[in-house]
């Protein structure tokens, strides 16, 4: 299993431009989540889904738009984007039922550079 | 709402030497408790989980967890420090309730002197 994928790795945007966030994973896990991370900070939820076609908001959700056509993918749109997004971007997914507890399995990260 | 309070935001610990980070959480009704540990521009990695049963939890690397209700904490601790334990580690509290939902402590980083 790969796990959970992210693409892009390191990507910049110009101030306005729109781009979407790639996160994928092969684990058939139920929920999915995405989470920024600003620098010396946490870890602060932007949206998750708890299964296919079901999406609900986080903590910080403004500027940011998700959708969930398949249990594998979760992508994350950024329509315009702004200086304050910038951050890193971890996407994460597990298994519902008490098989899977609650353990989150992480992606390795977008760092988001917005100038 | 749950939250996590981590108190320390560096630590710096001699090689050999314990560590021990602290960790608090506000929640409402029995916590699922997790500590990950990031390394520098990695992900998160899980070191240890609380779910229920015994409150000394053990984790990779060594590492252990103590969780006390009474108390509202969950502190990692390791008895003798490699210097590869040098990272970022997050204390994280979810619930099966809230949709799996984590909220994180603003993490500890830990320098690790030889």
């Known amino acids: 299993n790969a796990g959970v994928t992210q693409t892009p790795k390191f990507r910049i945007l110009k101030i306005g431009q729109s781009m979407t966030l790639q996160c994928t994973q092969d684990m058939n896990h139920n929920y999915m989540y995405w989470y920024r991370q600003d620098p010396g900070m946490g870890l602060k939820l932007i949206y998750y889904s708890v299964g296919a076609g079901i999406t609900d908001k986080g903590e910080v959700p403004n500027g940011y738009n998700v959708s969930r056509s398949t249990t594998e993918d979760f992508p994350l749109r950024l329509e315009l984007a702004a200086p304050s997004q910038t951050s890193v971007y971890f996407c994460?997914?597990?298994?519902?039922?008490?098989?899977?507890?609650?353990?989150?399995?992480f992606g390795p990260g977008t760092r988001l550079t917005v100038l | 709402a749950q939250s996590v309070t981590q108190p320390d935001i560096h630590i710096t610990v001699s090689e050999g030497a314990s560590l021990e980070l602290r960790c608090n959480y506000s929640?409402?009704?029995?916590?699922?408790l997790f500590w990950y540990v990031q390394s520098p521009g990695q992900g998160l990695q899980l070191l240890l989980k609380y779910f229920s049963g015994d409150t000394l939890v053990q984790g990779i690397k060594g590492f252990e967890a103590e969780f006390k209700r009474s108390q509202s904490s969950f502190n990692l601790r390791k008895p003798s420090v490699h210097w590869s334990d040098a990272a970022e580690y997050f204390c994280a509290v979810g619930a099966k309730a809230a949709g799996n939902k984590l909220t994180f402590g603003g993490g500890t980083r830990v320098l690790v002197k030889p």
């Open positions: 929640y409402g009704a029995t916590p699922y």
């Open positions: 994460a997914s597990t298994a519902t039922g008490t098989s899977g507890s609650g353990t989150q399995y």
